[in-house]
């Protein structure tokens, strides 16, 4: 996979009250490219129909398909839904799978739950190579991908190239130490959802942390492991399509 510039795009999670049309009309509105749409509304696993009608509409708008959002949980889900996953996919035109590095901690889980977290990525990543699809963990707490260094040790153990990782800012973690976990995973990131929460969940325009995306996307410009590299809007404020625009320019003005 060769690197390429980073996209502008959304997650459709963000604005899973509206339908396939609103999550368009807003993301033309706002100048957008591409769109990751989840499983949880919009594209279900497994509902073929689903799947090529919102391929077809989203490109009939001239926008792309960034990747496809699952709940799939390595190592927990059951595997045999990974086939209807995967089968969305394809039907969607996806090449990447967001996927989920189990259900606990890198500190809580037990030996025997982080060996079922790899063996299970590395067999849907066989899957998933197969119909010509990579895989890229999210970058959550609660997960194996709990923190920049335990995203490492994961992709480490997994071993395979085609599998990578997302990336967000850590919840409470201060602009310059959320720099240095991108630093540490840079060559292995896939997308990046943009959003500034601080303190807590509290939603904020990504202008009150700029310091923190003018420095996410000086390093996106040179370094990046998967292609295409998007930067998904993620949690706008109140769930607001009307501020995708300004998100999408604050974005586009820092990345200069």
């Given at each position: 996979?060769?690197?390429v510039?980073?996209?502008l795009?959304?997650?459709?999670?963000?604005?899973?009250h509206l339908?396939v049309?609103?999550?368009l009309a807003?993301?033309?509105?706002?100048?957008?490219?591409?769109?990751?749409?989840?499983a949880?509304?919009?594209?279900?696993?497994?509902?073929?129909a689903a799947a090529?009608?919102v391929?077809?509409?989203t490109?009939?708008?001239?926008?792309a398909?960034?990747?496809?959002g699952?709940?799939?949980?390595?190592g927990?889900?059951d595997?045999a839904?990974f086939?209807?996953?995967?089968?969305s996919?394809?039907l969607?035109g996806?090449?990447?799978?967001r996927?989920?590095a189990?259900v606990?901690?890198?500190?809580?889980?037990?030996s025997?739950?982080?060996?079922?977290?790899v063996?299970d990525?590395r067999?849907?990543?066989?899957?998933?190579?197969?119909?010509?699809v990579y895989?890229?963990?999210?970058?959550?707490?609660n997960?194996?991908?709990?923190g920049?260094d335990?995203?490492?040790?994961?992709?480490?153990e997994?071993?395979r190239?085609?599998?990578?990782?997302?990336?967000?800012?850590?919840?409470d973690v201060a602009d310059?130490?959320?720099l240095?976990?991108?630093?540490?995973?840079i060559?292995?990131?896939?997308?990046?959802?943009?959003?500034s929460?601080?303190?807590g969940?509290t939603?904020?325009?990504l202008?009150?942390?700029?310091?923190?995306?003018?420095?996410?996307?000086?390093r996106l410009r040179?370094?990046?492991?998967?292609?295409?590299l998007?930067v998904?809007?993620e949690?706008?404020p109140g769930?607001?399509e009307?501020?995708?625009?300004?998100?999408?320019?604050?974005?586009r003005?820092?990345?200069?």
């Amino acid at each position: 996979m060769s690197r390429v510039s980073p996209r502008l795009g959304l997650c459709s999670v963000t604005l899973r009250h509206l339908d396939v049309a609103g999550v368009l009309a807003a993301a033309v509105e706002a100048g957008l490219e591409c769109v990751e749409w989840g499983a949880d509304v919009h594209v279900p696993a497994g509902d073929e129909a689903a799947a090529v009608r919102v391929r077809g509409a989203t490109e009939e708008v001239g926008l792309a398909v960034a990747s496809y959002g699952s709940y799939y949980r390595a190592g927990r889900t059951d595997p045999a839904e990974f086939d209807g996953v995967l089968r969305s996919a394809v039907l969607l035109g996806a090449a990447r799978i967001r996927i989920w590095a189990g259900v606990t901690g890198t500190e809580e889980a037990s030996s025997e739950e982080r060996a079922a977290v790899v063996e299970d990525t590395r067999r849907a990543a066989e899957l998933a190579a197969d119909a010509g699809v990579y895989l890229a963990y999210e970058f959550h707490r609660n997960t194996l991908t709990d923190g920049a260094d335990r995203v490492v040790r994961l992709l480490e153990e997994v071993g395979r190239p085609d599998v990578l990782t997302y990336w967000q800012p850590p919840l409470d973690v201060a602009d310059s130490d959320a720099l240095l976990g991108l630093d540490a995973v840079i060559d292995r990131v896939a997308a990046v959802h943009a959003f500034s929460w601080w303190p807590g969940t509290t939603r904020l325009p990504l202008s009150a942390r700029s310091e923190l995306w003018g420095g996410v996307l000086d390093r996106l410009r040179v370094g990046g492991g998967g292609g295409p590299l998007d930067v998904l809007l993620e949690f706008v404020p109140g769930d607001d399509e009307k501020l995708l625009a300004r998100e999408a320019s604050t974005l586009r003005g820092l990345g200069g």
